[in-house]
Nanobody, 115 residues
Framework: QVQLVESGGGLVQAGGSLRLSCAASGIDVEINQVAWYRQAPGEQREWVASIMIAGNTRYADSVKGRFTISRNNAENTVYLRMNSLKLEDTAVYYC?????????WGQGTQVTVSS
């Protein structure tokens, strides 16, 4: 059973940076894509960025140019580097993984951006 564990969240001032990690274990199925989503209080979960098995990446317009998704295959870890953080980036960040859809999810890590 695939398990995902996010880490790296915390409290940061606007303009600062954080790097989130999503560590996978128990990989017994083919994983073609990993994504980061986020959910702010009272809001729906929204897609942030994704990385495919071939290495291509995509970003939501709201984070393009500020966030970078990357991976370390040897460590089964996907990262989300977040620069120039804004107040509106405050949310719980989740990573999802799967073959054709995001079947596996982590528990989330809180990111809070303060002014």
């Amino acid at each position: 059973q695939v398990q995902l564990v996010e880490s790296g969240g915390g409290l940061v001032q606007a303009g600062g940076s954080l790097r989130l990690s999503c560590a996978a274990s128990g990989i017994d199925v083919e994983i073609n894509q990993v994504a980061w989503y986020r959910q702010a209080p009272g809001e729906q979960r929204e897609w942030v960025a994704s990385i495919m098995i071939a290495g291509n990446t995509r970003y939501a317009d709201s984070v393009k140019g500020r966030f970078t998704i990357s991976r370390n295959n040897a460590e089964n870890t996907v990262y989300l580097r977040m620069n120039s953080l804004k107040l509106e980036d405050t949310a719980v960040y989740y990573c999802g993984a799967g073959r054709y859809d995001y079947d596996y999810w982590g528990q989330g890590t809180q990111v809070t951006v303060s002014s």
